[in-house]
């Protein structure tokens, strides 16, 4: 029996929080099963990051990113470019360095990540 198959009945906030976290990567995981496979957690609160930015117009770079995900520098720059290739995600280039262009979602990129949360959301509230 695997977490989601089991419905916590308990008033210990944190492991239904647990619980709940458990639940929204399994769904998160099946979202992104045929439409993105290849996008793993810090692939995915990275697609997180830049919606949230770009909502708040806070620019971000992958120097960021790797500060705030505590992620090597050329790690990141790898999910950069992973993400860049798939068009989830584009970099903004005004003649900065590398590591200081502005990233932002691509309207492929925020529409699959908007569509995984609204999965995420309906999945949450049939707790």
């Known amino acids: 029996m695997t977490h989601s198959d089991t419905e916590i009945r308990t ?4 492991i239904r929080t647990a619980a709940l976290l458990l639940r929204s990567r399994a769904a998160r995981l099946q ?3 045929n ?3 290849d996008i793993d957690d810090i692939s995915w609160h990275i697609l997180l990051d830049l919606m949230v930015s770009m909502k708040t117009n806070e620019m971000v770079t ?3 990113l790797a500060c705030r ?3 090597a520098k050329t790690t990141m720059s790898r999910y950069i470019e ?3 290739g798939a068009e989830l995600i584009r970099k903004d280039h005004d003649g900065g360095e590398q590591g200081r262009e502005r990233l932002t979602l691509t309207g492929t990129g925020d529409a699959l990540a908007s569509d995984a949360l609204r999965k ?3 999945e949450l509230q049939a707790l």
């Open 62 to 64: 992958a120097d960021d």
């Open 120 to 122: 995420i959301s309906e």
């Open 31 to 33: 979202h992104f099963q």
């Open 82 to 84: 992973y993400l860049t």
């Open 69 to 71: 995900h505590a992620v």
């Open 35 to 37: 439409d993105a496979p």
């Open 11 to 14: 008033d210990d906030a944190p």
